[in-house]
């Protein structure tokens, strides 16, 4: 198995902030990542975190979001700040293990103008 849970999105105003979460279905993870999917739009990375806590963020990211873990609850957030309409999308979280991934069923986040 392996596949994660994401949840936290919902409706939001510019600027305002979400926090999503994604509940991984095992521990050991070598690698957890969040993308975003907006319609007519290829998916995309949006920030990673490795087993060591080393963090990766998109350009559009860096400065708004942040990316954390939880290793006792095999939870990886992602706290998203300043968020602005063309954030807009399916954010998906992404689960790594021995190089196999794991993907979630999305959840939906909408910023308003």
């Known amino acids: 198995q392996g596949q994660p849970v994401e949840s936290g999105g919902g409706l939001v105003q510019a600027g305002g902030s979400l926090r999503l979460s994604c509940a991984a279905s095992?521990?050991?993870?070598?690698?957890m990542g969040w993308y975003r999917q907006a319609p007519g739009k290829e998916r995309e990375l949006v920030a990673q975190?490795?087993?060591?806590?080393?963090?990766m963020y998109a350009d559009f990211a860096k400065g708004r979001f942040t990316i954390s873990r939880d290793n006792a609850k095999n939870t990886v957030y992602l706290q998203m700040n300043s968020l602005k309409p063309e954030d807009t999308a399916v954010y998906y979280c992404?689960?790594?293990?021995?190089?196999?991934?794991?993907w979630g069923q999305g959840t939906q986040v909408t910023v308003s103008s």
């Open positions: 992404k689960t790594v293990y021995v190089g196999v991934g794991y």
């Open positions: 975190i490795d087993r060591g806590s080393i963090t």
């Open positions: 095992r521990s050991g993870f070598s690698l």
